[in-house]
């Protein structure tokens, strides 16, 4: 609730934008929201739904994440090169206390948990 004020608010004073980005984005906005949504879609929450919600955050697992790492005194010291561009990249597993602690998080009545419900 906090968050949909918080956007709100916010919407209400938008600074004003070059008229050009402005066009742009309604028409993104029109391939995205509804007609009624497509000035405000990308601004504002329409629908809380907490179980849908949460039903996402279980999906969320230290198992199926990927966490990645960008900066420039990283160069000359990755194993790997995409293919495509080219981009020089590690690929590495977690350390073994870091993934215990996520997990930790994942379980019911954990401090996350409380925050949740």
């Known amino acids: 609730l906090e968050l949909k004020e918080t956007a709100d608010m916010s919407f209400r004073f ?42 996402y955050l279980d999906l969320l697992t230290p198992d199926n994440s990927i966490v990645i790492v960008s900066h420039k005194n990283f160069g000359g010291k990755t194993s790997c090169k ?20 996520w997990q930790a998080c994942m379980q019911p009545g954990s401090e996350w948990d409380a925050m949740l419900f």
């Open 14 to 55: 938008k600074n004003k934008t070059e008229p050009s980005s402005y066009a742009t984005g309604l028409a993104n906005g029109m391939h995205i929201y509804s007609v009624p949504h497509t000035v405000s879609g990308s601004h504002l929450q329409f629908k809380c739904d907490l179980p849908e919600t949460v039903s």
């Open 82 to 101: 995409e293919k495509w561009y080219g981009t020089d990249y590690n690929i590495r597993d977690y350390h073994s206390e870091a993934l215990a602690q």
